[in-house]
């Protein structure tokens, strides 16, 4: 499967001040593959090292700090000769071995002619932690799993063709919108995660997914207990195990009330902090104001939380599949296309998404493009109602306000309306 990440490795094989590279992102989104496959693809041949299969490999990081001496014994070890810049260095499951993770900073100071690639599982805990790792000495990259366009690539190219030929303000046809409206309802069920993804194309089997999707969300809950470090491990999976109850409020505000009865911020905010450095949560702040910079008005008691991956969410929700495709309204509707949004947003645009809520109105997202601020409304459906939204646009004139719902691509006054489907190129179609 194409990933669009391979791009961002390629610039960054290409940049000549590049720096050690850690990939960062939940287990099982695809890190090894991609790291493998950009080996395979973009040099002459690649050498992988995984701290957690070879125990023995920790040894030659704790004895050394020398990055020539370690590149002389990991060819030993390999059984060939490691040249710089043809022959890409891949240290998987590298949280294993705190050394390894220091030594990247020898590397960048002494031996940067040596292409190295690392990744490993809740990375983003460790470097969470100050001092942990070589702050300034590396360079990062989020991998997420599989957005909307990513999917439908691999599992319709032929449709993926004119999807990726959409340009701005263009008539999409009927055909083309119910059937990429239908592959849109289908990755709500299946989700970005790559062992779905390839189950659906080899197998078309339902079944199957929800297995799969059981089967995660079990590997995920046992790694809250194996690599909590100091934080209570129990209250990370009563907060995880809140988050539909979260989404399926009104508002869907996280309450701490709600993860256990006079749960305060305090009992919980660790657990929050571990969840979204693991990359399994997303987080939006609501902002006092939305104005250029949205993150001077943040307010960080007031937070919304969701699931990195919409097929995982669909799945914890026990949401049927025929509530999806046959268009029947049910309670979780709405968080369910929340949650789909806002994770093809991710990376799209240098500031996250916020939201903005008040006592009087509530926008569902707030994007920043440069200097210019987007509010963003999510419909489930076709439903045009949103008197908050509506009122913001005719009293603000933003340069852009968008709605996305199961409506076609066009614009109603000054609000444009993206299908579902079109989330992936909101930033090109702006």
């Known amino acids: 499967m194409k990933r669009n990440a391979m791009q961002s490795l390629i610039n960054w094989k290409n940049d000549p001040e590049r720096k050690p590279l850690i990939l960062r992102g939940a287990r099982q989104v695809g890190k090894t593959w991609l790291m493998k496959e950009f080996g395979q693809t973009c040099y002459a041949n690649y050498v992988y090292f995984n701290f957690d299969e070879e ?54 100071e002494k031996a940067n002619q040596y292409h190295v690639v690392s990744a490993g599982s ?13 702050v300034g000495m590396v360079n990062l990259l989020d991998i997420f799993p599989l957005t909307f366009d990513e999917f439908l690539e691999a599992t319709d190219p032929a449709l993926y063709t004119y999807y990726d030929s959409i340009q701005k303000e263009q008539t999409i046809e009927e055909i083309f919108h119910s059937r990429l409206s239908e592959a849109c309802n289908y990755y709500f069920i299946i989700g970005g995660m790559p062992e779905c993804v390839s189950s659906w194309i080899k197998y ?22 194996k690599h909590n470090g100091k934080i209570n491990s129990g209250r990370i999976l009563l907060v995880f195990r809140s988050i539909v109850a979260q989404l399926a409020k009104p508002n869907e505000k996280f309450m701490y009330g709600a993860v256990r009865e006079g749960g305060r911020a305090r009992d919980f905010e660790e657990a929050i902090e571990w969840l979204v450095s693991a990359g399994m949560l997303n987080r939006v702040y609501n902002v006092s104001k939305m104005e250029h910079p949205l993150s001077a008005f943040d307010k960080l008691d007031q937070f919304k939380l969701f699931v990195f991956d919409t097929g995982l969410l669909k799945h914890m929700a026990g949401i049927d599949n025929s509530a999806i495709l046959l268009k029947s309204s049910y309670q979780f509707k709405g968080a369910l296309t929340e949650n789909y949004i806002l994770q093809q947003l991710q990376g799209q645009f240098e500031i996250a998404p916020r939201y903005y809520s008040d006592k009087n109105s509530e926008i569902d997202f707030v994007l920043q493009n440069g200097t210019d601020i987007i509010p963003v409304e999510v419909k489930a459906g076709e439903d045009k109602s949103a008197p908050s939204f509506k009122r913001y646009v005719a009293e603000n004139h933003p340069a852009a306000a968008l709605r996305f719902s199961k409506r076609g691509y066009r614009k109603d006054g000054d609000i444009t309306n993206l299908p579902l489907y079109l989330v992936c190129k909101t930033r090109d179609l702006l």
Request: hydrophobic letters at 35%.
């Open 122 to 134: 809740l990375l983003g805990t460790i470097l969470a932690q100050p001092k942990s790792y070589p």
């Open 204 to 225: 078309k089997d339902p079944a199957r997914i929800s297995q799969i999707q059981r089967e995660l969300i079990e590997i995920y809950e046992n790694d809250f207990s």
């Open 55 to 108: 125990d023995e490999l920790k040894s030659i990081f704790q004895a050394n700090k020398n990055p020539h001496r370690i590149i002389e014994l990991l060819s030993m070890i390999s059984g060939e000769k490691i040249q710089p810049g043809e022959t890409l260095i891949l240290f998987d499951e590298i949280q294993e071995c705190p050394e390894a993770l220091n030594t990247l900073k020898y590397f960048k």
